[in-house]
């Protein structure tokens, strides 16, 4: 499903250039669960804003869904995201000014569905993450994890087959991170492909597959359970 090959990263400004990524190689099948782990500043956030085509390669190759994806126009990047990739973020990244049925609107609204589609598939996703109850409250009216599971509702919504986490535990306490893994767990086993990003040991541990990323390279790869791909293959 993704597939990078040597991909490098720079950013360059006056006076140092910063090689966030080098030659870098990972595949990702369809249906794992992949956690992501590494120092600060090893490169782990660089190669999700790759993959997620928020940012485009230095160097290299990346293959999503078999397509060569490396080099498209900001246009084109755009399209695919919207078409192909949900994102959740540690800080959530909602609208204060909305309740929780419109944040999950504004993305759908950007896909162009019509109202009668926006609305089936905004109650669909709030009942998956349970606060089907809460549609109208404000997102200050909710905890930190409940807000989170909005923001997971609201990346759902699109129906991406590949959802990508930045730290989505890192703003929690033990208990909220344990229940927002476990709703990224079911929606895992409902067949969207998960990398997730994490500081947490026993999170990283609970993926299919854990990757450390070191210095802008991989260094390890490290199977703790069967690939959910060979189970759906
Ligand atoms: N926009 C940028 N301009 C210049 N340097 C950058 C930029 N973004 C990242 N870097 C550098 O690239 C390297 C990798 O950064 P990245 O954010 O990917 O690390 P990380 O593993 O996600 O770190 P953390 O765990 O602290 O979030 C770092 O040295 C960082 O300073």
Same mark, same amino acid.
């Given at each position: 499903m993704l597939k990078m090959h040597n991909i490098r990263k720079s950013y360059r400004t006056d006076t140092i250039e910063t @090689? #966030? *990524?080098?030659?870098f190689s990972l595949e990702v099948n369809e249906g794992e669960f992949v956690s992501v782990t590494g120092p600060s500043g090893s490169g782990k956030t660089t190669f999700l804003n790759i993959a997620g085509l928020l940012e485009t390669p230095t160097g290299g190759e990346y293959r999503l869904d078999g397509e060569?994806? $490396? !080099? &498209? !126009?900001d246009h084109q990047r755009s399209r695919l995201r919207n078409e192909k990739i949900g994102f959740i973020f540690q800080g959530f990244n *909602?609208? /204060?000014? &909305?309740n929780l049925f419109d944040n999950i609107d504004v993305p759908l609204r950007y896909r162009g569905f019509n109202g009668k589609e926006r609305k089936k598939r905004i109650e669909k996703v709030l009942e998956q993450v349970g606060l089907s109850a809460r #549609?109208? @409250? *404000? /997102?200050?009216? &909710? $905890?930190g994890g409940q807000q989170q599971r909005v923001a997971i509702a609201r990346a759902l919504a699109g129906e991406p087959r590949f959802l990508l986490a930045d730290? /989505?535990?890192? !703003? *929690?306490d033990s208990l909220m991170a344990r229940q927002v893994m476990e709703l990224l767990e079911f929606i895992n086993e409902w067949g969207t492909t998960i990398v997730m990003v994490t500081h947490d040991p026993d999170l990283a541990r609970r993926a299919h597959r854990n990757i450390q990323i070191v210095d802008g390279q991989v260094s390890d790869l490290h199977r703790t359970t069967a690939p959910a791909a060979a189970e759906i293959a």
């Open positions: @090689h #966030a *990524l080098r030659d060569d994806v $490396s !080099n &498209l !126009n *909602l609208i /204060p000014d &909305l #549609a109208k @409250h *404000l /997102p200050a009216q &909710l $905890s730290e /989505p535990t890192g !703003n *929690l």
